[in-house]
Every structure is written in structure tokens, then in C-alpha cells.
């Protein structure tokens, strides 16, 4: 991902590195450039305050070997690498308004090799809900 100073602000966490970088990447593709980075197809966000979102890996707990970080506000923990970006109140995505040394001091903790985490899914059957 190349720096680029009209590109979008985004913060990359990366788990296998232990490291968070600011990257760049050009407003007009900067998603195809994260997946890219992030080595995936498909994403989830997740809002992490009323200005940021994380972009995280969509089937980061299918995947082994993994390395795992821990979003510290609500200790919870993520698989793979993730990239904050910021976003606007009709939900368009801006700059991330984190401080990268304020992610990598408080917000954001590395979890061991080895940690692992099991997905969990539930099914129900189709008249299990009554309505």
C-alpha cells in the first residue's frame, strides 16, 4: 500500500508484525487496496466510536495458523489484520481520527501466538419462532 498524501487516512493492525502503520491508499480504490493488504475477499466493519470503524477480515477464526489482537475499549478479540478508517454522518468513509501511537499504546493489545478463539454459530429450525 503505497503513502500517498491525497490518499484516505487509515491505520493498518497487524497482529503477525505486532505493528500499526499509517498507510494511504487512494480514495477512489482504497478498498480494493485494504483487502489487498489485509489478504482477504470479504469484510466485516465494526463501529468503534461515532467517528471510526474497523475493517476486519470476515472468516479471520476459519483461518490457521492466526494471530488474534484485542480492541482494549471493549476487550474484545479480533483474527487478522484490521484497518481503522474514519467515517461521516451519512455513513461515507473519511479519514481515521485515531492517533496511531494512542492505538498502539491503549487501544490496542497483541495476544499470544498460539491464542486461538473457536467461531460460533447457532442454527434454529424455521418454526422455532413464533410470531
Not at 477464526?61 to 476487550?75: A, M
Request: proline share 7%.
Amino acid at each position: 500500500m503505497q503513502e500517498e498524501a491525497n490518499g484516505l487516512r487509515c491505520i493498518l493492525i497487524d497482529p503477525f508484525k505486532e505493528k500499526i502503520t499509517i498507510a494511504y491508499p487512494l480514495r477512489n480504490s482504497y478498498m480494493e487496496e485494504i483487502k489487498k493488504w489485509m489478504e482477504v475477499n470479504m469484510i466485516d466493519i465494526v463501529t468503534l466510536d461515532t467517528n471510526n470503524m474497523l475493517i476486519v477480515d470476515d472468516e479471520g477464526l476459519l483461518k490457521n495458523p492466526n494471530r488474534y489482537f484485542n480492541w482494549n475499549p471493549t476487550d474484545y478479540p479480533y483474527a487478522g489484520k484490521a484497518v481503522i478508517v474514519g467515517y461521516d454522518e451519512k455513513g461515507a468513509t473519511t479519514d481515521a481520527s485515531y492517533h496511531p501511537r494512542r492505538v498502539e499504546d491503549e487501544l490496542v493489545s497483541w495476544l499470544p501466538e498460539g491464542y486461538s478463539q473457536e467461531p460460533y454459530m447457532e442454527f434454529f429450525p424455521m418454526g422455532a419462532f413464533k410470531t
